[in-house]
């Protein structure tokens, strides 16, 4: 078992910075791919990005350039940087654990273990 607990979400003007953080204790030995997905109201969850223990990553094309994921092994923490955000980017961003690959897949049925989920609301 995977615990995963957010942080960081709130309220931003468009143009600001927030800095999501999510926590994962249990079984964290060995590989495995942190990430993150959103979901927005009315539509389906979509990947965010997410990066493997060796730090390969992977980006949607909607934050290229604007977000940056990032983790710290030694404290089994994943963070996102989020920077010149849009109100498109208001959704409830959820963290996700994939146990069992060594490279980042972009479907959340993919991912094993999920946090409860953190809302980052960028108004205009």
């Known amino acids: 078992q995977v615990q995963l607990v957010e942080s960081g979400g709130g309220l931003v003007q468009a143009g600001g910075s927030l800095r999501l953080s999510c926590a994962a204790s249990?079984?964290?030995?060995?590989?495995?791919?942190m990430g993150w997905f959103r979901q927005a109201p009315g539509k389906e969850r979509a990947f965010v990005a997410a990066l493997t223990r060796r730090g390969n990553t992977n980006y949607a094309d909607s934050v290229k350039g604007r977000f940056t994921i990032s983790r710290d092994n030694a404290k089994n923490t994943v963070y996102l940087q989020m920077n010149s955000l849009k109100p498109e980017d208001t959704a409830v961003y959820y963290c996700?654990?994939?146990?069992?690959?060594?490279?980042?897949?972009?479907?959340?049925?993919?991912?094993?273990?999920w946090g409860q989920g953190t809302q980052v609301t960028v108004s205009s």
């Open positions: 249990g079984r964290t030995t060995g590989y495995y791919v």
């Open positions: 996700a654990v994939d146990l069992f690959s060594l490279v980042v897949r972009t479907t959340e049925y993919d991912y094993d273990y």
